[in-house]
């Protein structure tokens, strides 16, 4: 049960993730929570395989901020990668007089 809110809180934080940064246009609507979600999944996972307690506190600081900052990261990349990689097909359009 305690997986199931861990994985609603990275999925409100990607949706926060996605909203707060630019490029909105160049993301998908579901990128930020489908990322903060998987990342809090695994990072749940991992931290409970290491020997950490469910009702301990730092479980749930340590994969809520860290699918927070997985989502971040992720949607901040790839927003500067598509703007580029946008940037650079319109000169090799407008050179070919397309």
Known sequence: MELLFAVLG???L???AHVV???RGTR???LGPVVGGVAAAVLWEVLTWAGWR???TWIW???LVGSGVVALVVEWVLG???ERADA???EQVKARGA
């Open 88 to 90: 650079s097909y319109y």
């Open 14 to 16: 990607g949706a926060v």
């Open 10 to 12: 990275g999925i409100i």
């Open 28 to 30: 998908g609507v579901l």
């Open 21 to 23: 940064l630019p490029w």
């Open 61 to 63: 600081v340590v994969s």
């Open 80 to 82: 500067r990668r598509r």
């Open 54 to 56: 469910y009702d301990a």
